[in-house]
């Protein structure tokens, strides 16, 4: 059975510094990955989406990577801003294609 | 492009009555997931459909049902409410094919709370 962790739990830095949140799973026939960010709240915003074929996406001050053979992704966030407070989800697509496993999540606070 | 809708958006029900919740999906999109949220259990998979077909199904008793109708709208259903019920329900849609399902994107959601 596929399971999800993220690492840590809870972040607080100031404003301007660089960040990695971390993320695992246990089975690694996955379609894809997608990071999300989620307001308090609110829905689900897609932030990206990694297929298993590939190693790395980025947009904007974000980069993902995706190492599939040892289960492992990381989110990285350049010289975070207040506005990227928040709870980020790491959430993996199964192998059929039909169903996200979600992480429990980082909740992200940055003060200024 | 209009996201992804969901109706109602808040929702308060008493034990032993049944819910519906609404979803369209963006234009275009013909899969369709639902994914309960709680606090303790944080966000669980419910089922997908694609084309009217349900092609999954979570781990979730049958109170929790759904369909797909020709549009690609969606409606999930869910009977003899009880207090554990109370969550965010989210529904997600994807430009998806007959081998799976692409970029998820999420509505807002709708909060059900059970009295």
């Known amino acids: 059975k596929q399971e999800v962790t993220q690492i840590p739990a809870a972040l607080s830095v100031p404003e301007g510094e660089n960040l990695v949140l971390n993320c695992s799973f246990t089975?690694?026939?996955?379609?894809?990955l997608q990071w999300f960010r989620q307001d308090p709240g609110k829905g689900l915003t897609s932030l990206l989406l990694?297929?298993?074929?590939?190693r790395e996406q980025t947009s904007g001050r974000l980069n993902a990577s995706l190492d599939k053979s040892s289960g492992r992704s990381t989110l990285y966030i350049a010289a975070s801003q207040p506005g990227d407070s928040a709870t980020y989800l790491c959430a993996v697509l199964n192998q059929a294609g039909t169903a996200l496993i979600f992480g429990k999540g980082t909740t992200l606070s940055v003060s200024s | 492009k209009a996201g992804v809708t969901q109706t109602p958006r808040y929702l308060i029900k008493t034990r032993g009555q049944q819910v519906t919740l609404s979803c369209s999906p963006i234009s275009g999109h013909r899969s369709v997931s639902w994914y309960q949220q709680t606090p303790g259990q944080g966000l669980q998979f419910l089922f997908e459909?694609?084309?009217?077909?349900?092609?999954n199904k979570g781990n979730f008793p049958g109170r929790f049902s759904g369909r797909q109708f020709s549009n690609s709208r969606s409606e999930m259903n869910v009977s003899t409410l009880e207090l554990g019920d109370s969550a965010l329900y989210l529904c997600?849609?994807?430009?998806?094919?007959?081998?799976?399902?692409?970029?998820?994107?999420f509505g807002p959601g709708t909060r059900l709370t059970v009295t």
């Open positions: 990694i297929q298993s074929s590939q």
């Open positions: 997600a849609s994807s430009l998806a094919g007959r081998q799976g399902a692409g970029e998820q994107y």
């Open positions: 089975d690694s026939a996955i379609y894809n």
């Open positions: 459909y694609f084309s009217e077909t349900q092609r």
